[in-house]
């Protein structure tokens, strides 16, 4: 049989398992595992026990339920109203006032979660009643929210960036790094935004009537220190190569333990729940992990990645080209898939082809990170839209349109760093590359 025909054979399958509600690890390892069988020669038990234990006795894997336990422990303390009370005396200045607390308040939450919907959740649980008591528009209130939660998965440390780079075979520590930059760009672009919406509409942002001097603003943030503590120990480790990135997950997860013990919230019933929750998402995605392995061990064998690779270069497609047809391939995935099972379905394919148009592969896990981060706001299955919608009580649809902005924002934040893929490349080489 051809390639193109037994590719579109193991797409049809795949779709008819995910379908028939089996599980995506699952699905994945019978489709590979059929392709194995049917299309090579070779032992599919061998082959899919060779490529699993390969896969998984990969000793930086273990970085993977550390910062799941990390943030799981800081989403079930008082993490957020600190950040909340210690950011808003700083930010009341700016136009938009303290929406910027939603951006800000998430991108540094980010820096201990490693989850989108987790930042998203642990930031909203705070800022919405806060906002709506003070008077602020619900919609920019849950854009904001919204949007800013994404960047729990791009600010390191980052689970989606884990499960990419040990698909990629790139360094996590590299990987980290990479997305230090873009995350910022982010960060920025969403506060520009509030401060453009906020000189738009003047009359919308409730006035401030609270004034601190500086004295009362420090003493003020007095409940963010913990926090602040924990992300420069973090990413303090990362730049200074103390640590491997595993190490700094242990590091992060008794951080973590001490800022719960320090703010009065860690309990045994606490410690047990962020334990269960760690250990359960852990083995969700080490289920992915060992059908993606499979799968993969099926595409080489049969040369699918290589021969569409091959492929693509015959086309000799402007590499601003390529991206633009990925992205669209990644909004539609987006709109059915989880971001873990986005990534290891298409990084073997996707990937030759990006790196034969001249792009590092550390830009692409960025790149594929932020496509995951539009997952998230797409419906029918984004989940920042579920944890907003569930808190406020509006429809889906809402929540969406509310978020609309946002998500431009994030498109938006793909073409500069296509344009200026440097963002991307540059803190690694800087900073790792001695």
């Given at each position: 049989?051809?390639?193109?025909?037994?590719?579109?054979?193991?797409?049809?399958l795949l779709l008819l398992l995910l379908g028939m509600g089996i599980w995506i690890g699952f699905a994945l390892l019978l489709t590979g595992a059929a392709a194995?069988?049917?299309?090579?020669?070779?032992?599919?038990?061998?082959?899919?026990?060779?490529?699993?234990?390969?896969?998984?006795?990969?000793?930086?894997?273990?970085?993977?339920?550390?910062?799941?336990?990390?943030?799981?422990?800081?989403?079930?303390?008082?993490?957020?109203?600190?950040?909340?009370?210690?950011?808003?005396?700083?930010?009341?200045?700016?136009?938009?006032?303290l929406l910027h607390v939603n951006i800000f308040g998430c991108a540094l939450f980010s820096a201990v979660s490693g989850s989108s919907t987790a930042t998203c959740?642990?930031?909203?649980?705070?800022?919405?009643?806060?906002?709506?008591?003070?008077?602020?528009?619900?919609?920019?209130t849950i854009g904001s929210l919204a949007g800013a939660g994404t960047l729990g998965i791009l600010i390191p440390p980052s689970i989606i960036m884990i499960v990419?780079?040990?698909?990629?075979?790139?360094?996590?520590?590299?990987?980290?790094?990479?997305?230090?930059?873009?995350?910022?760009?982010?960060?920025?672009?969403?506060?520009?935004?509030?401060?453009?919406?906020?000189?738009?509409?003047?009359?919308?942002?409730?006035?401030?009537?609270?004034?601190?001097?500086?004295?009362?603003?420090?003493?003020?943030?007095?409940?963010?220190?913990?926090?602040?503590?924990?992300?420069?120990?973090?990413?303090?480790?990362?730049?200074?190569?103390?640590?491997?990135?595993?190490?700094?997950?242990?590091?992060?997860?008794?951080?973590?333990?001490?800022?719960?013990?320090?703010?009065?919230?860690?309990?045994?019933?606490?410690?047990?729940?962020?334990?269960?929750?760690?250990?359960?998402?852990?083995?969700?995605?080490?289920?992915?992990?060992?059908?993606?392995?499979?799968?993969?061990?099926?595409?080489?064998?049969?040369?699918?990645?290589?021969?569409?690779?091959?492929?693509?270069?015959?086309?000799?497609?402007?590499?601003?080209?390529?991206?633009?047809?990925?992205?669209?391939?990644?909004?539609?995935?987006?709109?059915?898939?989880?971001?873990?099972?986005?990534?290891?379905?298409?990084?073997?394919?996707?990937?030759?082809?990006?790196?034969?148009?001249?792009?590092?592969?550390?830009?692409?896990?960025?790149?594929?990170?932020?496509?995951?981060?539009?997952?998230?706001?797409?419906?029918?299955?984004?989940?920042?839209?579920?944890?907003?919608?569930?808190?406020?009580?509006?429809?889906?649809?809402?929540?969406?349109?509310?978020?609309?902005?946002?998500?431009?924002?994030?498109?938006?934040?793909?073409?500069?760093?296509?344009?200026?893929?440097?963002?991307?490349?540059?803190?690694?080489?800087?900073?790792?590359?001695?």
């Amino acid at each position: 049989m051809e390639l193109p025909l037994i590719s579109l054979f193991l797409l049809v399958l795949l779709l008819l398992l995910l379908g028939m509600g089996i599980w995506i690890g699952f699905a994945l390892l019978l489709t590979g595992a059929a392709a194995i069988g049917w299309f090579t020669a070779a032992p599919v038990g061998k082959v899919a026990a060779t490529a699993i234990w390969g896969d998984s006795n990969d000793w930086t894997l273990t970085a993977l339920p550390m910062f799941l336990w990390m943030g799981d422990i800081l989403f079930r303390t008082r993490v957020s109203e600190g950040l909340f009370k210690g950011l808003a005396p700083w930010l009341a200045w700016a136009p938009g006032r303290l929406l910027h607390v939603n951006i800000f308040g998430c991108a540094l939450f980010s820096a201990v979660s490693g989850s989108s919907t987790a930042t998203c959740a642990t930031v909203s649980r705070i800022a919405l009643p806060e906002l709506k008591r003070r008077g602020y528009p619900e919609p920019i209130t849950i854009g904001s929210l919204a949007g800013a939660g994404t960047l729990g998965i791009l600010i390191p440390p980052s689970i989606i960036m884990i499960v990419y780079a040990v698909a990629a075979e790139v360094s996590i520590l590299h990987m980290f790094v990479a997305g230090i930059l873009p995350g910022l760009l982010v960060t920025l672009l969403f506060s520009g935004y509030i401060m453009l919406w906020a000189a738009v509409n003047p009359d919308k942002v409730p006035r401030e009537s609270i004034r601190l001097n500086l004295v009362e603003k420090i003493r003020a943030s007095k409940d963010l220190i913990p926090c602040v503590l924990l992300v420069v120990g973090v990413i303090g480790g990362m730049f200074s190569g103390v640590a491997t990135a595993t190490e700094i997950g242990a590091l992060g997860v008794v951080g973590a333990l001490i800022v719960a013990a320090f703010m009065r919230t860690l309990t045994w019933k606490t410690f047990l729940e962020s334990a269960y929750s760690a250990l359960t998402v852990t083995c969700m995605i080490g289920l992915i992990l060992m059908g993606s392995s499979v799968l993969s061990a099926a595409m080489a064998l049969t040369g699918i990645p290589r021969a569409l690779a091959e492929w693509v270069a015959t086309m000799h497609l402007h590499p601003y080209m390529l991206i633009a047809a990925l992205c669209v391939v990644y909004l539609i995935l987006g709109t059915a898939l989880e971001g873990v099972a986005m990534i290891l379905l298409t990084t073997s394919i996707a990937l030759p082809m990006i790196v034969g148009a001249g792009f590092n592969p550390l830009w692409f896990g960025v790149f594929i990170v932020i496509m995951t981060e539009l997952s998230t706001l797409s419906p029918p299955v984004g989940f920042n839209l579920f944890v907003l919608q569930l808190m406020t009580g509006r429809d889906q649809m809402y929540v969406a349109r509310a978020t609309t902005p946002f998500f431009l924002l994030l498109v938006a934040a793909v073409a500069i760093l296509a344009v200026f893929p440097e963002i991307v490349t540059w803190l690694p080489q800087k900073l790792l590359s001695r």
